[in-house]
């Protein structure tokens, strides 16, 4: 007999395949397509679970427009989405913290596939949110599900809202729960919101333990049938210890497929397979797309609003130029958050590669699609010395090839990483590739003047760096003496409604070499 595993994972709230960088919608992702595909699989298939592995809540503007602009107390319209698509059970991700524990709950409540929760905990130390496990009869087998959530969403306590809940190890919680499942299930599925810290050769490629989990799940849990991964958005459908292991990319971009032969007799899985079916070839299933265009068409109408003039040109073609030389969009973006929070010193990275700078006149669609995340800020007390180690972090982003200077591969794999080198505003400084990693920055001033290690400086950052993500240590919830709870999002277009005209500046104040 065959079972059929069918699973997303990171969809991030794009329902419609487009990124509103425009208002076209032909790219090849979505969970318009993805539930199409799904459907066709199903017609095809015998036996067939469906599970979304987490971060579905947030990272689009639509997520954002229905909880920061329309303050909905939920997403109804993205609930509606995956309830029309008729999962079985659904996974918590880290983003899902990002709108408050109250808009999840609500969330969680309005939905009807089941969450599986094994490893977030409440005060009392038992699961927060819906189940550990759960146990599905399949024509006479028994399979259980356990659901995980990575424990790197403890780094981001403040800027994921966790509220007294606590993260444990994946991997701890399903030496728990699985020899538990063992007595009532035949087969076991772990649905882990979390990715791989080593390649499956066993080559390290996370050092900052405990974010992802999964090879260490599967070399020291036994029992463990399948496994569906996420939160890095790889593309992956192969096997490590002999275990079935898919991770779907991101936005819909594709369904996991694993297949499960199982023996009825002795109640065994005796061969497996796994598959990624690209969603992008597949039509927008018509009956979801009619009960949320209002809201999309209601938010491209948002998005297309006018708010400032530029004096000048603040777009861009090539974002790694920009993040070698700067450019007038990072510099205001800098002095926006230094106006808000009343210092002289910041620093802001380019999130991703989709992001073009700003057109003239600038939108809300410009706004959100450069600054995708809903960070608000916070102003940090550090001296000299965090200031400069701080710089060497964002220095590893770049190496040298054949004598040029490029984006170092360890931010590009296993999980793209651009959004942890930031540029910084309100001191000079240089960053010399040739020299080893931890002394390449150079020619560190302030007002003019060589930074002391001892010096004590105020720097505006994002929350989520100012709580040290990113693997910043310098940075610490204890060196934060001010923060605001405005989206920064927000706050670049309330700047825009008071200057409705903005010159466009970039005073060159780093310099990225080679010797």
């Not at 809940?165 to 076991?188: E, G, H, T």
């Not at 991770?247 to 061969?271: A, C, F, P, S």
């Not at 210092?343 to 057109?359: K, M, P, R, W, Y």
Request: proline share 3%.
């Amino acid at each position: 007999m065959k079972i059929n595993i069918l699973t997303t994972s990171d969809t991030h709230g794009f329902v419609f395949p487009t990124n509103y960088v425009n208002n076209r919608d032909k790219m090849p992702f979505g969970m318009l397509k993805a539930a199409t595909c799904i459907n066709s699989l199903r017609k095809q298939l015998d036996n067939v679970v469906t599970i979304d592995n987490g971060d579905f809540l947030e990272g689009s503007p639509l997520a954002y427009y229905i909880a920061k602009v329309l303050n909905q107390s939920s997403p109804k319209q993205i609930d509606d989405v995956f309830n029309m698509m008729n999962y079985d059970y659904g996974i918590l991700g880290n983003h899902e913290f990002n709108y408050g524990v109250n808009y999840l709950r609500n969330t969680i409540n309005e939905s009807n596939r089941k969450f599986l929760c094994a490893n977030i905990l409440n005060e009392q130390g038992t699961p927060a949110f819906g189940k550990a496990y759960d146990i599905k009869n399949i024509n006479g087998i028994k399979v259980g599900f356990l659901g995980l959530t990575t424990q790197g969403t403890n780094k981001w306590a403040n800027y994921g809202n966790l509220n007294g809940l606590k993260i444990i190890s994946a991997v701890a919680a399903a030496k728990k729960y699985i020899p538990i499942m063992k007595k009532n299930a035949d087969i076991i599925v772990v649905s882990y919101h979390g990715g791989f810290e080593r390649d499956f050769d066993g080559t390290l490629t996370d050092r900052f333990s405990g974010e992802n989990e999964s090879y260490q799940l599967l070399k020291e849990v036994k029992g463990i049938d399948a496994l569906v991964t996420g939160h890095q958005h790889r593309k992956i459908d192969k096997k490590l210890f002999g275990v079935p292991v898919v991770q779907e990319g991101r936005r819909g971009q594709y369904v996991g497929k694993i297949t499960l032969d199982v023996n009825t007799d002795n109640k065994k899985v005796e061969h497996s397979s796994t598959e990624l079916v690209a969603t992008g070839k597949y039509s927008l299933d018509q009956a979801i797309k009619e009960r949320v265009n209002p809201i999309q068409n209601s938010l491209n109408e948002w998005l297309d609003k006018p708010l400032a003039k530029i004096d000048g040109c603040m777009k861009f073609s090539d974002p790694f130029k920009v993040r070698l030389n700067k450019n007038s969009f990072i510099q205001f973006v800098q002095k926006v958050q230094m106006d808000k929070m009343g210092v002289d010193i910041s620093a802001t990275a380019l999130f991703n590669n989709e992001a073009h700078g700003f057109e003239n006149p600038i939108t809300m669609r410009n706004i959100i699609t450069n600054y995708v995340y809903p960070n608000s800020l916070s102003v940090l007390e550090i001296d000299g010395k965090d200031l400069k180690q701080a710089i060497e972090i964002s220095a590893k982003y770049f190496s040298i090839e054949n004598n040029q200077i490029v984006v170092n591969k360890d931010f590009l794999y296993p999980k793209v990483r651009h959004y942890n080198y930031d540029m910084y505003e309100g001191i000079d400084y240089v960053i010399n590739v040739s020299q080893p990693v931890g002394s390449r920055v150079e020619k560190l001033t302030y007002h003019g003047k060589e930074i002391d290690k001892n010096q004590k400086l105020r720097i505006v950052l994002n929350q989520y760096r100012a709580s040290g993500g990113g693997h910043f240590p310098m940075f610490s919830d204890a060196k934060i003496i001010k923060s605001d709870p405005t989206p920064m999002s927000q706050v670049i277009a309330e700047y825009l409604k008071s200057h409705k005209l903005i010159k466009a500046e970039n005073n060159h104040n780093f310099k990225i070499i080679k010797k």
